[in-house]
């Protein structure tokens, strides 16, 4: 997430909107970080609040 962003679109062609998506952020932080959406090929992530600088998450994506 870029610093003061509160809302990122991932694109990936294996996400669905059935997909298992954990979000795990790299560095710690008291924001919760959480998926918003989820469709093909894409699925958005929220963050809140804001972090005052950039904040790298990784992920996982299931899908059944």
Known sequence: FPAGSTEIEVY???ASGQS??????KT???S???????SAGKF???ISPAEV???TIDYLLINQ
Request: aromatic fraction near 8%.
């Open 20 to 25: 298992y998506i954990y979000l795990i952020p």
């Open 12 to 14: 990936n062609p294996k």
């Open 32 to 38: 919760v970080v959480s998926v918003k959406s989820k």
């Open 44 to 46: 958005t992530a929220t």
């Open 53 to 55: 600088s950039d904040l």
């Open 28 to 30: 710690k932080t008291n």
